[in-house]
């Protein structure tokens, strides 16, 4: 079975001090993966899609990056606006459902 | 104007009742879902219909009837309501099947006492 890991589970940045979210998987076959932002109270939204290893995506101050076992979301010199939980998705082989990590809560202190 | 709205948004209900959520979607897209978010914020597929056939239903108890009386709506009818069944209860769609791009809805928090 398919398999999403998603570490830390949370993060407590300072305002301006840069990281990395890690998504490793788990799967046979992959044919794509999936970032998302989640606001407390909301649905997730759609940030990114990596489909092959070395594959980078930016929007803003954030990254995806993409190997063969895991994903990185990386944010530079984040803002307390980017405190939300992501989540990190996979689909893969004959799998026509996307499987969810449990996401990395990530909060940014003024 | 939103794109995937539910409701509604709250739901608090006794044990062995009977609720309904509603989904409407008006972005055009083929295909809708039903994803549960339990209280660890995991978020687990239900179910998923393409033009309005089922093509996805986890193992999920009976006691869950989805349906999609056309391709712009998909409602969720929960019969006999545990207190497992609390959960916040997310509706999504997509422009089709096998894409990863989904478009969610605000939630539905369903609490059973």
């Known amino acids: 079975e398919d398999q999403v890991t998603q570490s830390p589970e949370a993060l407590r940045l300072q305002e301006g001090e840069s990281s990395s979210l890690n998504c490793s998987y788990t799967v046979s076959g992959l044919r794509g993966l999936f970032w998302y932002r989640q606001d407390p109270g909301k649905g997730p939204e759609f940030l990114f899609t990596l489909y092959s290893a070395g594959e980078e995506k930016e929007k803003e101050r954030l990254k995806a990056t993409l190997t063969k076992k895991e994903s990185f979301l990386h944010i530079t010199a984040p803002k307390p606006e980017d405190s939300a939980t992501y989540l990190c998705?996979?689909?893969?082989?004959?799998?026509?459902?996307?499987?969810f990590g449990k996401g990395i809560t990530l909060s940014v202190r003024p | 104007d939103t794109a995937v709205s539910q409701t509604p948004k709250y739901l608090v209900t006794q044990m062995g009742n009977d609720k309904s959520i509603k989904c409407e979607q008006n972005?055009?897209?083929?295909?809708m879902y039903w994803y549960k978010q339990d209280s660890k914020k995991f978020l687990k597929i239900m179910f998923s219909?393409?033009?309005?056939?089922?093509?996805i239903n986890e193992t999920v108890p009976n006691r869950f009837s989805p349906k999609s009386p056309d391709k712009a709506h998909l409602n969720l009818h929960i019969n006999s309501l545990e207190l497992g069944d609390s959960a916040v209860y997310f509706c999504?769609?997509?422009?089709?099947?096998?894409?990863?791009?989904?478009?969610f809805g605000e939630g539905s928090r369903l609490t059973v006492l």
């Open positions: 999504a769609s997509s422009e089709r099947e096998s894409v990863g791009e989904l478009f």
């Open positions: 219909y393409n033009n309005k056939e089922l093509i």
């Open positions: 998705a996979v689909f893969a082989g004959a799998n026509s459902k996307l499987t």
């Open positions: 972005l055009g897209h083929d295909t």
